[in-house]
């Protein structure tokens, strides 16, 4: 078992998901409904899955959640790169949340193969 609110890669999460709300806040409004909802709905099931398996008892448990927050980080990094295409907010905050998405990606996958 982990703490998790010690683990780095459920604090960078954190710090991601504050990120990307702020990123959201300067998207069209017409988006509220789609984009915006599920950036925030993708970047608050990183750390949630990180937290969540820290609780399993094995490792392979943990693995799994692991795994299902980096599909997360991809699924964001994905809708970030859609706002990239359509030119939707501030350029420089879009970078630094695909800078740390990136980031978070790797962390988790070293976390996870470390864990085994």
Same mark, same amino acid.
């Given at each position: 078992?982990?703490?998790?609110?010690?683990?780095? &890669?459920?604090?960078?999460?954190?710090?991601?998901?504050? =990120?990307?709300?702020?990123?959201?806040?300067?998207?069209?409004?017409?988006?509220?409904? @789609?984009? &915006?909802?599920?950036?925030?709905?993708?970047?608050?099931?990183?750390?949630? @899955?990180? #937290?969540?398996?820290?609780?399993?008892?094995? &490792?392979?448990?943990? #693995?799994?959640?692991?795994?299902? +927050?980096?599909?997360?980080?991809?699924? =964001?990094?994905?809708?970030?790169? &859609?706002?990239?295409?359509?030119?939707?907010?501030?350029?420089?905050?879009?970078?630094?949340?695909? #800078?740390?998405?990136?980031?978070?990606?790797?962390?988790?996958? +070293?976390?996870?193969?470390?864990?085994?």
């Amino acid at each position: 078992m982990h703490n998790f609110r010690n683990l780095k &890669i459920w604090q960078k999460s954190m710090d991601l998901t504050d =990120l990307t709300l702020y990123y959201t806040s300067d998207l069209p409004p017409s988006e509220r409904y @789609n984009l &915006i909802d599920q950036m925030n709905r993708s970047s608050c099931s990183i750390p949630s @899955n990180i #937290a969540e398996g820290s609780g399993k008892r094995t &490792i392979n448990h943990f #693995a799994e959640f692991l795994t299902t +927050a980096l599909t997360s980080t991809f699924e =964001l990094e994905t809708q970030l790169l &859609i706002c990239e295409r359509r030119k939707y907010g501030n350029s420089e905050k879009l970078q630094n949340c695909l #800078a740390l998405t990136s980031e978070v990606q790797k962390m988790v996958f +070293a976390f996870r193969d470390n864990l085994k």
